[in-house]
DNA sequence: TCATTCGGACGGTAAACCGT
DNA sequence: CGGTTTACCGTCCGAATGAA
């Protein structure tokens, strides 16, 4: 009856899920297969209890220890996993033939950040502690912070490689193959890292080497990264099921997130996985989800948040016009080596040809026009700070 | 009373940064 | 190159809500 964290208890010695002390019942348990198997990360089933408690340090209350990688239907229950296959939950509930593990998605790479606050080790902890609190002097000329709402970009626009694999199997990862040279730092950079406060004062916005090139890939970013509003319901899958319907939530970031690549990555597993012949009903619910997903529509939806990242390129006005009015139609494809995805997820409507020519054309456009901009640097950038700083974002602003 | 849903705190860790 | 810092992203606690 203490205010005892959940975990406390939970983790400590007879009741905790692992070795079958669990909360279930063992009647139910009695049929699991016994808890004994590999991780798909190579990991030993039970590694909460050696380590959950150091002991020695009792004081201090025992962080929640999370187990590497949860079930499908534990995640979508956002409940308690176990590393034991059959899960636990999962075996209580009779979905024991459910329990996958569920994949992880690829980190996002090429984030860059500002500077790091240097963080002295001990010395004047006291100071340094409540430096970190309040963090460093709100600097301008720093990208103060990632979390600052101008910084972070609207996060990576289209899905990585996504040769995926998840964490467990880092051979497969191609890092990105042709798809570095489209993917690249500049344009993903946070917009404030690339056009830094600091150097407005300067008066010229320091683009990074590349921003030529990266010109005419940022288009086709920054209408990614967004997706429909939510109207997708889920068919009819899993309502009663101890499988919940996926957090909308969670939904909702996952696949803004993923959009391009992930889908493609999930196609490929579940080509593996069916092919092994363990098409369950989770893998199932995947692909339902996906294939919803590749016939969204996918609007455009130049908005929501993305006053962020193009701001940088709000100088060439002409420019700017011209790709406001190809950015309409254009649905999302940024992909990376248009020869992947691309011809699932677009939407009838634009014959792939012409969005290349269009892209052709402007990235001639840029490229003349930044020549053009650094013959003439003086007019060109005021303009574009003004626009800047006035209004982030003519094209929507609400 | 039990089950389900879900917001958000928390933890783990990969990737970026940075001094050497 | 290795140590440090940062933040992405997954896990799951616990309150709210619903169903039996
Ligand atoms: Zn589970
Ligand atoms: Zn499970």
């Known amino acids: 009856m203490q205010s005892m964290p959940y975990y406390q208890q939970g983790y400590q010695t007879n009741t905790s899920y692992s070795n079958n002390g669990s909360p279930v019942p063992s009647s139910v348990l009695s049929t699991a297969a016994p808890p004994m198997m590999t991780h798909a990360n190579g990991m030993s089933p039970h590694p909460q209890l050696g380590e959950a408690a150091p002991a020695t340090q009792s004081q201090q209350p025992p962080k929640r220890k999370q187990v590497k990688n949860a079930c499908t239907n534990c995640q979508k229950a956002c409940k308690k996993c176990d590393d034991a296959r059959p899960c636990p939950r999962c075996i209580k509930y009779g979905i024991a033939e459910t329990c996958v593990n569920s994949v992880r998605k690829e980190r996002k790479k090429g984030i860059k950040r500002g500077p790091y606050k240097r963080r002295q080790k001990e010395e004047d902890t006291s100071t340094t502690s409540s430096l970190l609190d309040s963090h460093q002097p709100p600097q301008p000329g720093q990208p103060a912070h990632q979390s600052s709402p101008y910084m972070r970009p609207p996060s990576m626009a289209f899905g990585y490689p996504s040769n995926l694999n998840q964490y467990g199997q880092p051979t497969a990862y191609d890092p ?205 950038t005021s303009d574009q700070q003004n626009s800047h700083a006035g209004s982030p974002n003519p094209q929507q602003q609400s």
């Open 176 to 380: 990105y193959g042709s798809y570095a040279a489209a993917y690249h730092k500049d344009q993903m950079m946070p917009q404030s890292y690339v056009v830094n406060p600091m150097y407005q004062s300067m008066g010229y916005p320091v683009l990074m080497p590349g921003a030529a090139e990266s010109q005419q890939q940022q288009q086709p970013q920054q209408p990614s990264s967004q997706q429909p509003p939510q109207q997708q319901q889920h068919a009819s899958y899993a309502q009663h099921s101890p499988v919940p319907q996926p957090h909308y939530s969670l939904l909702h970031q996952q696949q803004s997130s993923r959009q391009f690549g992930d889908h493609m990555l999930h196609q490929q597993q579940q080509q593996q996985q069916q092919t092994q012949g363990a098409s369950s009903p989770a893998h199932l619910y995947y692909q339902q989800q996906h294939h919803q997903q590749q016939h969204q529509p996918s609007t455009p939806q130049p908005s929501s948040q993305q006053h962020t990242p193009q701001q940088q390129q709000r100088h060439l006005p002409d420019i700017k016009e011209l790709q406001d009015g190809f950015m309409k139609p254009q649905p999302m494809t940024p992909v990376p080596s248009a020869s992947t995805s691309s011809g699932t997820s677009t939407p009838p409507e634009s014959t792939e040809d012409e969005d290349g020519s269009k892209y052709a054309r402007l990235s001639q456009l840029c490229t003349a026009a930044l020549h053009h901009n650094s013959n003439t640097p003086n007019t060109t």
